[in-house]
């Protein structure tokens, strides 16, 4: 286990960059390495990655999942404020095709 301990540093360093500021690294550094401790206990070898494969995966799926929880907004209310501004642009773009063939 000490030898993969480095990946959820990485793993969190990485995430870091997106994360935001009220966000502490301890909390994402504990997320990463409670689940590195999980998935040694899921592993399979037998599977065709290798536990380093596997274990990265994990690792980077629960601090993703740990700076989902502290997000401002649910992930569907945020799906919906992207979905606008396409939409808006869509039907803008729609509507000057419409008038172009009209002329």
């Known amino acids: ?27 994402l550094m504990a997320c ?6 999980r998935s040694l206990d899921r592993y399979e070898p037998s599977e065709d990655a290798t536990l380093e494969q596997f274990v990265w995966g994990q690792i980077q799926s629960a601090v993703r999942g740990e700076l989902g929880g502290h997000a401002r907004a649910p992930r569907s209310t945020r799906r919906r404020s992207r979905s606008r501004p396409r939409a808006r642009r869509d039907a ?12």
Request: hydrophobic share 60%; proline share 4%.
């Open 1 to 27: 286990m000490l030898t993969l301990a480095p990946m959820v540093k990485y793993a969190v360093d990485a995430q870091m960059a997106e994360a935001p500021k009220r966000v502490g690294i301890a909390d």
């Open 92 to 103: 803008a773009l729609a509507q000057a095709a419409e008038a172009a063939i009209t002329g």
């Open 32 to 37: 990463g390495l409670g689940e590195l401790v």
